[in-house]
């Protein structure tokens, strides 16, 4: 049995129009200063930020490859957003109390206090070049959501349509807009999203339930025996988490919204409340793609799971709202990187002379234009590209920590880390490759390889002794672009 998706009727474009009116309309009122744009004047609440950060984290790129993963493994998947569970438990356990104490613009900055100018820039650097990569693959999957919706627009155009969206959104407001703009997301998705599993349910439980489109060891997780299974083999996963803690700890966009809390206890409770939210909303849209293969056994392209149950099990209205929330999963994510983005550039290469509105939303501008290239001309899969593009946020790993946990940590030792951490990566990906799994050799062998390159060569070139400038963990005053405007 299969089931195919209504056309569009004119309810559903009311009710996409609706919600990305909704979307612009809070976000509408302009930053009257450049702390209010990048920090949303650092006094963000422990509602609007759980619900900044899951936003954040819930994005279209990986939403599709989840879905899709559902669609091909069955509940099996769920070890995917065990990762975001446990990724972000770790940040909530290291870092998220030492960023809020920090209080900057840039997590970069970190490496500039805590080693030398220009490490800090050279870190800057890579995580620019990072997220470039990470929201390149967003686009491309807004591209993938919407282009069976308008087949006479042309990917590249439908795309550019979709991000100059994006752009009219954030640009008011910058970070204020956005967690005006991730608090609406999240009240729909979490009254959605579980709504398309239900349904998803009843839909094939006369059919058999899942036991009837999966064999029985793919109905729960069993890590060793589906170590090697072709549909999710465990060892991906695994090296998954590694990568995960070890990556997050470093995310910009992690940094400003911890930035831009309150206060310690508000940062920290907000990223431990969003760990259990993105597993749980995941979690659901994984269960419902599996669902999906009970009724429709014969789709084309998994990575269409989410859509195509948006579309066939959603009734009129009701499905406008969905896609609408599948592209405001894109806005929030690419606001949210953006606007870290732009402060990263502010902070670590504009000094005063971006520290206006105006040079801000230039910046984000030239962020815009380059995810979209990037989404346009570069990307093919989704998932793997994703992975790809963590390769030097990773290799930040040692210096991070060290900085925040290690005062006799050196420069020469975070230079030898960082260079490790990017060697080990590429080299896995270019001898190794995404069919030869190398995910498990650059993570189980290169994570620790940078933390022993940073301890040995810190260890060499130590002074012998610590001053001030290596306290990066203690209170610093904090600099606020508010204070030049």
């Keep these: 049995m299969t089931e195919h998706a209504a056309p569009?009727?004119?309810?559903?474009?009311?009710?996409?129009?609706?919600?990305?009116?909704?979307?612009?309309?809070?976000?509408?009122?302009?930053?009257?200063?450049?702390?209010?744009?990048?920090?949303?004047?650092?006094?963000?609440?422990?509602?609007?930020?759980?619900?900044?950060?899951?936003?954040?984290?819930?994005?279209?790129?990986?939403?599709?490859?989840?879905?899709?993963?559902?669609?091909?493994?069955?509940?099996?998947?769920?070890?995917?957003?065990?990762v975001f569970l446990i990724g972000l438990a770790f940040y909530t356990l290291t870092v998220a109390r030492p960023w809020k104490r920090f209080n900057r613009l840039s997590v970069a900055e970190l490496f500039t206090e805590r080693y030398s100018p220009r490490l800090g820039r050279f870190a800057s650097l890579l995580l620019l070049a990072a997220m470039t990569g990470f929201c390149a693959t967003y686009v491309k999957s807004l591209g993938l959501i919407f282009q069976p919706l308008t087949p006479a627009l042309p990917t590249w155009l439908l795309t550019a349509l979709l991000s100059g969206l994006v752009l009219v959104?954030?640009?008011?407001?910058?970070?204020?807009?956005?967690?005006?703009?991730?608090?609406?997301?999240?009240?729909?998705?979490?009254?959605?999203?579980?709504?398309?599993?239900?349904?998803?349910?009843?839909?094939?439980?006369?059919?058999?339930?899942?036991?009837?489109?999966?064999?029985?060891?793919?109905?729960?997780?069993?890590?060793?025996?589906?170590?090697?299974?072709?549909?999710?083999?465990?060892?991906?996963?695994?090296?998954?988490?590694?990568?995960?803690?070890f990556t997050y700890i470093a995310?910009?966009?992690?940094?400003?919204?911890?930035?831009?809390?309150?206060?310690?206890?508000?940062?920290?409770?907000?990223?431990?409340?969003?760990?259990?939210?993105?597993?749980?909303?995941?979690?659901?849209?994984?269960?419902?793609?599996?669902?999906?293969?009970?009724?429709?056994?014969?789709?084309?392209?998994?990575q269409m799971a989410m859509p195509h149950m948006v579309l066939s099990w959603l009734p009129r209205g009701v499905r406008g709202v969905g896609l609408a929330l599948l592209f405001a999963a894109g806005l929030t994510t690419l606001a949210g990187v953006w606007t870290a983005m732009a402060a990263m550039v502010a902070a670590d290469f504009g000094g005063k002379t971006a520290s206006g509105i105006g040079p801000q939303r230039l910046v984000l501008t030239g962020v815009a234009v380059l995810s979209w290239m990037g989404g346009t001309f570069l990307v093919?899969?989704?998932?793997?590209?994703?992975?790809?593009?963590?390769?030097?946020?990773?290799?930040?790993?040692?210096?991070?920590?060290?900085?925040?946990?290690?005062?006799?940590?050196?420069?020469?030792?975070?230079?030898?880390?960082?260079?490790?951490?990017?060697?080990?990566?590429?080299?896995?990906?270019?001898?190794?490759?995404?069919?030869?799994?190398?995910?498990?050799?650059?993570?189980?062998?290169?994570?620790?390889?940078?933390?022993?390159?940073?301890?040995?060569?810190?260890?060499?070139?130590?002074?012998?002794r610590v001053t001030s400038r290596h306290r990066a963990s203690a209170p610093q005053r904090t600099t606020s672009f508010s204070d030049q405007s």
């Design 8 to 82: 569009l009727a004119l309810a559903d474009i009311a009710g996409f129009g609706a919600l990305v009116a909704l979307l612009v309309w809070f976000s509408r009122r302009p930053a009257v200063n450049s702390g209010e744009f990048l920090m949303a004047n650092r006094a963000v609440g422990l509602f609007p930020l759980i619900a900044t950060l899951v936003m954040t984290e819930f994005n279209t790129s990986t939403l599709l490859a989840f879905s899709a993963a559902g669609y091909r493994a069955g509940p099996m998947a769920l070890a995917l957003p065990l």
């Design 169 to 245: 959104v954030i640009v008011p407001g910058g970070l204020r807009s956005v967690v005006r703009s991730d608090v609406v997301s999240f009240l729909v998705a979490v009254v959605l999203l579980p709504a398309v599993l239900a349904i998803g349910m009843s839909r094939s439980a006369p059919l058999g339930g899942l036991s009837a489109a999966f064999p029985a060891d793919q109905l729960v997780v069993a890590p060793l025996a589906q170590w090697t299974h072709p549909a999710l083999p465990f060892w991906f996963v695994t090296s998954l988490v590694v990568l995960t803690c």
């Design 380 to 464: 093919d899969d989704i998932l793997n590209r994703l992975i790809l593009a963590n390769i030097p946020v990773a290799a930040l790993a040692f210096s991070l920590l060290a900085g925040f946990y290690w005062p006799r940590a050196t420069t020469p030792g975070a230079w030898a880390s960082i260079a490790v951490g990017i060697a080990w990566g590429v080299g896995c990906f270019v001898a190794i490759g995404d069919a030869g799994g190398y995910t498990w050799a650059w993570a189980i062998y290169g994570v620790p390889a940078i933390f022993i390159a940073g301890v040995v060569v810190s260890l060499l070139t130590q002074s012998g």
């Design 251 to 302: 995310a910009p966009w992690y940094g400003q919204k911890m930035f831009a809390a309150r206060d310690e206890r508000t940062a920290w409770l907000a990223v431990a409340c969003s760990a259990v939210l993105v597993f749980a909303l995941y979690g659901a849209m994984v269960l419902a793609a599996a669902h999906l293969r009970v009724v429709a056994p014969g789709l084309p392209d998994p």
